[in-house]
């Protein structure tokens, strides 16, 4: 690899230190710090942008990680819900059409100090990432019964069917904001993108009609959906938060995650899993119809334990085909044969749409620790010899195109220094 290891840990450094926020809420009534995505595009805090700064900074800053989990835990609720964007500078939140989505709901949501979405939640690896380095027991003490009463509320409050998988209520919680898995769901099949960003945004209107209450929204059924990546996550950090709780000896709550994981991925495999495609699917409605778009989603089971034939089919027919996602720059975000697939981000109002064909680290950051636990270490290290290559070629941009590398959306994106831990572990 052309780049050393200090020198690229000295740019991550730069480019975290450098989106870091510090200041006073008036909300929160106490000083603030955060590391924003990126000074420039996204000056909040966000909850699985943060959760991968984390990991990044275990490497080299543990009290600077903990502080991105500890700055989450600020902003919970007595329920256990952590919301996916804290504003903690709320009151300069401005509306404007070009992420109509998300700034409608900051203005007119009766609570502007968060947001009433989730993210993917990947909590529990974050805090696991750091206890690994430091082994600081008084921190997992501290963090891991807030942890615990997170997950139980998503258990108890996003699985309406109660099949051991959560539902998302909205594109923005799955992080893959106009994701073309969306589509057939909103309702736009693979129809022009300016119309398929339009209708997700809508969703945002019919939450808010009914002041997210979830009751209301799923009885309504117009965005219900069992995501696969959403769902994978979970899946993987329910697991990891079992391996937690050991740690402190909580047995009992150890056992029950562990059952809830094993529980949500055995529903994963019978409700999204197609055996003749060899592909997961989005799962969505009363009806859990199948949302039949090849996107980065279908690959993220594979961070967790499936049968051995089942990998060999999904990296076989998808991952390693070079007329779906290993392309120049792997891996896209949505498969070379799709309809829908874009190298390059469509602008609607000046802004991309986004997670529409682009290579993203963070989902780069997960393929490689998926092909790593299933011993395909030679693919996994060529998918992090590429990560490395987008970084040094186009810097810590937002995303890159799957072709030529060249980088797209915010510069200085903070979870792109995840390269750092895919080198370092
Ligand atoms: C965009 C991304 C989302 C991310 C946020 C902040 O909305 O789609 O995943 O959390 O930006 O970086």
Redesign the pocket.
Known sequence: MKTAVPEIIESAKKVLWGNLKTGYSDWAGTNYKYIC??NE??SHQ????SCFHAITLAHFDTDLAKNEIESLLFAQKKDGFIP??IYWDGHKYTVSLS?LG?RLESKLSLFPSNSQLI?PPLIAQAVEAIYKKDKDIGFLRRVVPKLKSYYLWLSEHRDPDQDGLIAIIAP?E?????SPSYDPILGVGNGPQLLSSLVGRTVTLRNLIRNYDLKKIFEADYFNVEDVLVNSIYIKNLKVLSGLLHEIDHEEAARHFHYLSEKGKEALIKKCYDPKEAFFFDVYGDADKKARVKTIKGLMPLILDLPKRMVADITKRHLFNKQEFDLPYPVPTVSASEESFSPTPTKIANEPL??RGPTWI?TNWYMVNALRHHGYNKQAQLITEKSLELVNKSGFR?FFNPFSGEGYG?HN???STLVVDMILS
Do not use: T
């Open positions: 995505p990126a595009h996204y966000w909850f699985w942008d996916h964007i992420n998300q993210q923005y799955s992080g893959l904001d106009q986004i997670w963070n937002e915010a994106f903070s979870w």
